[in-house]
């Protein structure tokens, strides 16, 4: 079984920062993809950014400019800088893995989710 733990969520004002992390644990063979996603009240889930296990990203349009993923494949974990945060980026925001378990089996983890609230 693998666990992702994210951490890193809370309140700030308009304008301001936070950095967000997840770490994997569990029975990893190795990660694939991660992924931020991102939901708030009465909205589906939107995928924020991606990393490849190389380190290439992708974002989403609205957070271009103002966050970046990053990773570190030692400690299996994922992050997520935002700055400039406006209050539509107030959410819930989860972290998302490509796991593989054996050389030859891979799934998907959710982790448990971290509320970030952005007040003007």
């Known amino acids: 079984q693998v666990q992702l733990v994210e951490s890193g969520g809370g309140s700030v004002q308009a304008g301001g920062s936070l950095r967000l992390s997840c770490a994997a644990s569990?029975?990893?063979?190795?990660?694939?993809?991660m992924h931020w996603y991102r939901q708030a009240p009465g909205k589906q889930r939107e995928r924020v950014a991606l990393?490849?296990?190389?380190?290439?990203?992708g974002y989403a349009d609205f957070v271009k400019g103002r966050f970046t993923i990053s990773r570190d494949n030692a400690k299996n974990t994922v992050y997520l800088q935002m700055n400039s945060l406006k209050p539509e980026d107030t959410a819930v925001y989860y972290c998302?893995?490509?796991?593989?378990?054996?050389?030859?089996?891979?799934?998907?983890?959710w982790g448990q989710g971290t509320q970030v609230t952005v007040s003007s």
């Open positions: 998302y893995a490509n796991v593989k378990t054996t050389a030859y089996t891979i799934r998907d983890y």
């Open positions: 569990g029975r990893i063979f190795s990660i694939d993809a």
């Open positions: 990393i490849t296990t190389g380190g290439s990203t």
